[in-house]
Nanobody, 121 residues
């Protein structure tokens, strides 16, 4: 029984903020966020190790997005600030076993269904 459920997506204006959440019982796994825009490949956004002490970000979102986790609540969060039109995509949370801060799709074992983020300009 595995389940990752994203929430918090929606429509926001350029420069605005959104907070995405992922409910998942993967306390011993690294967690990550990926995104996929229409016609494009799914791309890495951010990751956090199992304890929450290490993170990594794509260059395109550094200093704007923050990933965090609360293992007691089985929740992973992506705080997105200063949003740009190019951030528009379906955002997916994912879980990876055996890798500290995975950045590759192939390193992840489980995926959520995705939540739409649209940044208007």
């Amino acid at each position: 029984q595995v389940q990752l459920v994203e929430s918090g997506g929606g429509l926001v204006q350029v420069g605005g903020s959104l907070r995405l959440s992922c409910a998942a019982s993967f306390g011993t796994y690294a967690m990550g966020w990926f995104r996929q825009a229409p016609g494009k490949e799914r791309e890495f956004v951010a990751t956090i190790n199992w304890s929450g002490r290490r993170t990594d970000y794509a260059d395109s979102v550094k200093d704007r997005f923050t990933i965090s986790r609360d293992n007691a609540k089985n929740t992973v969060t992506l705080q997105m600030n200063k949003l740009k039109p190019e951030d528009t995509a379906v955002y997916y949370c994912a879980a990876a076993r055996g890798v500290r801060t995975p950045t590759l799709i192939s390193e992840y074992d489980y995926w959520g269904q995705g939540t739409q983020v649209t940044v208007s300009s």
